[in-house]
């Protein structure tokens, strides 16, 4: 596996650790916090998180976060991620989870990868193989085996089905953020948190849930910090380079952390269809990570802004300012010229071509 697909993949695999780990230790705080209101804690946690965090690295690196800006054409994504990823799906999610075992839940959100997949393809022409279909496929079985229900006459489960479609809401939310992804993913996620929190917030209100103890939102607004907070900004940073579908599907391979948690921290006994499914979606995930795409291909000559730096074989402009090491990452308004070569490569934000 080579440097530059290494990096994302961890930061996928990463993101996908964090938020496998929401499921359990989320599920904890329900019985003291309802679905509403733990969803603005969770998502003003990684919102307001963050923000701190940009703070503290500009008052003691005295400069900002090296990343590409948003401009007006990118809050229109920005906008639909917020609706779809930050307020109906964590909803969704949530009061599922009041209803679902929390090691089933960590597994079926799997099933995300499986809808921005489809989602890429069908309405944003990402290119995947025979291979990632394959993989999707196992991975497509895995969930339903796990959330069919033998005891209900329509199969499947109120709480498991209730995860799909927040899985499907966070799929049209990951496709929406990879079309934002070369811009400044603290910033992204920084403003959904903060915009979804408040509507929760304003909705719990107004429903008239209650509030909870200041000691519950506190632990609420740091698990949201680390598994909503930074795991979506290792997510953005993934899909970056790897694109959507397959930055998504990866969440494959680690969630079970989640499941092996609910079973250490609430005592779950995962079922039979636990352990059927365990090993179809491993199988899904290692054909992911074992993808190899070569053929030659041609850039059209484009202008755009987003961290780089000249050691990629796609960056070979001169500077008009001052920027810096040409070596070191940097971000500017820059050209590229029109090339036909061959090489590896994934959809990345310079390799979305059509095939």
């Not at 993949?9 to 496998?20: D, H, Q, R, W, Y």
């Not at 307020?87 to 009041?98: C, D, F, M, R, V």
């Not at 990951?174 to 910033?187: A, D, G, L, V």
């Not at 795991?231 to 953005?236: E, G, K, M």
Request: glycine share 8%.
């Amino acid at each position: 596996m080579n440097k530059l697909k290494f990096y994302p993949i961890m930061m996928a695999l990463l993101a996908s650790i964090l938020f496998g780990a929401s499921a359990p230790i989320t599920k904890m705080l329900l019985g003291e916090i309802q679905p509403i209101p733990l969803a603005s804690f969770l998502y003003l946690g990684s919102g307001i998180g963050l923000l701190i965090f940009q703070i503290v690295n500009l008052t003691i690196k005295k400069q900002g976060i090296n990343e590409a800006s948003l401009n007006k054409r990118d809050f229109i994504w920005l906008f639909g991620a917020i609706i779809f990823g930050g307020i109906i799906a964590p909803i969704i999610l949530l009061s599922s989870l009041k209803i679902a075992p929390a090691s089933t839940a960590s597994l079926l959100l799997n099933f995300e990868g499986v809808a921005t997949t489809i989602i890429a393809i069908v309405f944003f022409k990402e290119n995947v193989g025979k291979q990632i279909l394959g993989a999707i496929a196992l991975i497509t079985i895995a969930s339903i085996v796990l959330s069919w229900d033998f005891t209900n006459q329509w199969g499947l489960s109120i709480g498991a089905l209730g995860i799909i479609i927040a899985c499907l809401c966070w799929g049209i939310d990951n496709n929406f953020t990879r079309n934002i992804s070369s811009k400044n993913p603290f910033s992204i996620v920084t403003i959904k948190g903060i915009a979804a929190g408040i509507f929760s917030l304003v909705l719990s209100i107004v429903l008239k849930n209650q509030i909870p103890d200041l000691k519950v939102i506190i632990v609420a607004m740091i698990i949201g910090f680390f598994c909503y907070g930074l795991s979506i900004v290792l997510f953005v940073f993934a899909m970056r380079d790897l694109g959507s579908a397959r930055t998504s599907a990866l969440f494959a391979t680690a969630p079970f952390i989640g499941s092996i948690l609910s079973i250490i921290l609430l005592g779950d006994i995962p079922s039979k269809v636990f352990f059927v499914s365990l090993p179809i979606m491993i199988i899904g995930a290692v054909l992911l990570l074992k993808e190899e795409h070569v053929h030659k291909h041609k850039h059209e000559s484009i202008e755009h802004e987003h961290r780089h730096n000249h050691n990629d074989g796609h960056h070979d402009h001169e500077h008009r300012y001052k920027q810096g090491g040409v070596k070191e990452y940097h971000s500017h308004l820059h050209t590229h010229n029109s090339i036909e070569h061959t090489h590896p490569h994934l959809p990345d934000i310079h390799h979305r071509h059509v095939h």
